[in-house]
């Protein structure tokens, strides 16, 4: 049931195209004023349940609910029966990736399109620095400063609810970092609350109070930006944010240890694989060393190796633009994380869930976790300072 301080509800929802599911029981809610961003591969769904909440799809089964307010009630399983609100009656805004504005309308006839109050054109180009433009048409424009228009037409309606479909994906990528925070600021400064769909996932990172990650018509997680990447709900999740690489070793007590050390986790016990960013590792020199360069990329500002371990594990490590290995160097890998790391089940798919933190694996040892120096770190609790 939607709360005072639930803004959106979404239950319970599915949908299809021909006997293909697109969006498969899909629940989630969101908050007066906040932004929830929606991320994952093509096809997942994310797009599709964004046109159902603006009404532009019907469900074949779900409520959705906008400010207590029901737009959708599918529950019979029915798409043409039960309740449906049209478009343009829900109270939402739809940003779009193609700006959609009115090539024949100025800037504040865009904005001002069947709105009865100028005073609220006014103060949202003034907001988005677009004042100046307020009499241009929209092909005298760069693609930053439609956007600007299409959210302040938005805005400037007074929507219970934002919906935003992939707004950066037509800019320039020296455009898109500005213009996010841009957009964001004006959401909060307006107080309403958004769903941004995007396949862009620093923005997506970025940008929402909370991010929920899609796969196959499916929310897997629905959590701050943060913990989905620190502290993924699935091995999916783990593998599609960001660059993940993964070390097996046996998990106890909140300890995992690995051939290169060990670090506090969070999961299972018993033998897993943690979760390794590039910059959760530190590269050295030091003889005899426990790895070799695979390849090198410089990124400008750092530099992204692979290191094949000597246990068989490939870790992506990232370091400073000044260092420099060469493929086939002999070098030093060691864990350097300064939080604890996320565990998964050895052999766990990206299909399976995570366990509760604790739960004991079953036994079977991982490529690396059965390995002699595995085993003496165990025994001797060496490796990475926990406490």
Known sequence: MTTAATHLEIRNLDVAYGGEVAVRDLSLTTEPGEIVTLLGPTGCGKTTTLRVVAGLERPDRGIVRIGGRTVNDAASGSSSGGVFVPPEQRRTGLVFQDFALFPHLTVAGNVGFR??????????????????????????????????????RCLAHGPDLVLLDEPLSNLDASLKDSLRWEIRRALKEAGVPALWVTHDQS???????????MRAGRLEQVAPPEECFR??????????????????????????????????GTGPSGPVEALVRPDDLALGAEEPGNGVIAWARYEGGSRLFAVDLDCGARMRIRTNHEVHHQAGDRVSVT??????????????????PRPEGGAEVPEGDPACAGSDL???????????PVG
């Open 374 to 384: 595995t085993e003496a770190i165990v025994s001797s609790g060496g490796g990475y």
């Open 231 to 264: 502290d993924p709900a699935t091995r999916f999740v783990a593998e599609f944010l960001g660059e993940a690489s993964f070390l097996p070793g046996r998990a106890e007590n909140g300890v995992v240890a690995t051939p290169i050390g060990q670090a506090p």
């Open 115 to 152: 709105l009865q109050d100028p005073a609220a054109v006014d103060r949202w180009l003034d907001w988005l620095g677009l004042a100046d433009q307020r009499n241009a048409y929209p092909e005298a424009l760069s693609g930053g400063q439609k956007q600007r228009v299409a959210l302040a």
């Open 203 to 213: 923005e997506a990172l970025s940008i929402g109070d909370r991010l929920g990650v």
């Open 335 to 352: 864990l350097a994380a300064g939080h604890p790391l996320a565990l998964f089940p050895a052999g766990q798919e990206a299909d399976d």
